[in-house]
């Protein structure tokens, strides 16, 4: 799948089997889901001829009634994507049973439906005949805050930061009405298959999309990063901690507040959104550095923590994790996805099942992280290490020394997308020090 400039295309691939209008569309639905899922298993050829892990297209299975249990009709499907996701760290998942908890529309009917990209979920929406609408609408742009930063700057005093924090808020208000009004005006010529032909909608000639911007059609989004490293500033604790666990929340509520006064204001779905952070997590700590320099467990490394995670090296189980971030999933609406670090797990698929079952039970959005790597040089097809010489982080062949990165396939989950073309050094400091859940 290419695009015509040769590159892997961002696409999510949705494999949802409540999707099928009628039995004989699932069953031709179940087949694609299970040739698909096969391809992925195979992976694709590298230079060498070798089957590796490929990043794209991003895949997501649907766990549901019909195939979440060992008796259900399409559990061999589940079973499929087990295998496949130790190997090639795809599908993640999405549980309708708690999609369908979290996403509750006016007419109160829950709905179960794809990110767009990694991790952005539209707001629920009924179009004018009362129907809900998902696929065709899309999101007009994210300015993120800076949580450790409103920590830092308020220097620990809890009043000072509530102020502070509604300052802040209002910048990414501001800056988002400049992307909203850079859009304003457009018209549907612009980008014909999008706006005309019916990608997007299905605009006359000449007409400006202004009326998908407001109601809800479309949404934009408030991103935040760094909650850990916030509630630690002020609270000196993770918010793991029963103690500090409140304040976060109440960060998150806070959040979700100004997304609601602002949608009242302009009739414009403002959503929270839990920013991938992909590169910018290394910006921002060097920012941070800058302005208030090394700080215990602060801004001591060269990344922050993305959105509601747990901080990577925080030692904690895959289902207390999922259970813990479950709640803050449910707090950023406007995407955000819960990840689990793996050793090499394709000879116990059946503890990949087992959290599979548990994602369905507990959390909306998960996704399992495996290694798999490739070195060119010697042929490891096992972990390739990331390794720190002169201060600079590496990454080398635990078998042959081999440390060029045109020599080897890395595969990591970067954010919610799998990475293959290497990280700045924040983030692949980020990698290294992510610590084993299961
Ligand atoms: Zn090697």
Redesign the pocket.
């Given at each position: 799948m290419l695009t015509t400039n040769g590159q892997a295309p961002f696409v999510t691939v949705f494999m949802y089997l409540g999707e099928a209008k009628d039995e004989q569309e699932k069953h031709d639905l179940a087949l694609i889901i299970e040739e698909v899922l096969e391809q992925r298993y195979q992976g694709v050829k590298n230079e060498d001829g070798v089957w590796v892990t490929p990043a794209f297209p991003k895949l997501i299975y649907v766990l549901e009634e019909q195939n979440i249990h060992e008796d259900s009709p399409y559990w061999y499907l589940t079973q499929l994507a087990a295998k496949c996701t130790a190997k090639r760290m795809v599908p993640d998942y999405i549980s309708e049973k708690k999609m369908l908890e979290l996403k509750v529309d006016k007419n109160g009917d829950g709905h179960c439906y794809t990110c767009m990209g990694c991790r952005s979920f539209l707001t629920p929406y009924v179009d004018e005949n009362g129907k809900p609408k998902y696929y065709g609408r899309f999101n007009q742009g994210v300015v993120t805050i800076n949580l450790v930063d409103v920590a830092l700057s308020s220097g620990g005093n809890f009043d000072k930061f509530w102020k502070i924090f509604d300052e802040r808020l209002e910048l990414c208000h501001r800056a988002l009405l400049c992307r909203h009004e850079r859009l304003k005006g457009t018209l549907s010529d612009a980008a014909p298959i999008l706006w005309q032909h019916g990608a997007l909608a299905r605009l006359e000639k000449g007409e400006t999309i202004d009326k998908l911007l407001y109601g809800g059609y479309s949404t934009i989004s408030l991103g935040y990063a760094g909650l850990y490293e916030c509630v630690k500033a002020m609270t000196g604790k993770s918010h793991t901690d029963p103690s500090a666990t409140p304040f976060a929340l109440n960060v998150m509520q806070y959040m979700n507040d100004a997304c609601k006064k602002w949608k009242a204001m302009h009739n414009i779905d403002f959503s929270l959104y839990g920013t991938p952070l992909e590169s910018t997590t290394y910006k921002f700590a060097k920012c941070l550095q800058k302005r208030f320099g090394i700080i215990e467990g602060v801004t001591d490394k060269g990344y922050i923590t993305n959105s509601y995670h747990i901080h990577v090296t925080e030692p904690v189980d895959a289902f207390t994790k999922l259970a813990f971030e479950s709640k803050f999933q449910a707090l950023s609406p406007g995407g955000a996805i819960s990840y689990v670090e793996v050793p090499n797990m394709e000879q116990n698929l059946d503890a990949v099942l087992q959290v599979m079952k548990f994602i369905y039970d507990n959390i909306m959005y998960a996704e399992l992280n495996t290694k798999s790597d490739y070195?060119q040089?010697?042929g490891?097809d096992g972990e390739i290490d990331v390794v720190n010489e002169d201060g600079k982080l590496i990454w080398k062949?635990p078998?042959?020394g081999?440390t060029d990165q045109s020599k080897m396939n890395v595969a990591r989950r970067t954010c919610g997308y799998i990475g293959t073309q290497y990280w700045n050094q924040g983030r692949t400091q980020e990698i290294k020090e992510r610590v084993l859940h299961l």
């Open positions: 070195c040089e010697c490891w062949c078998r042959c081999n």
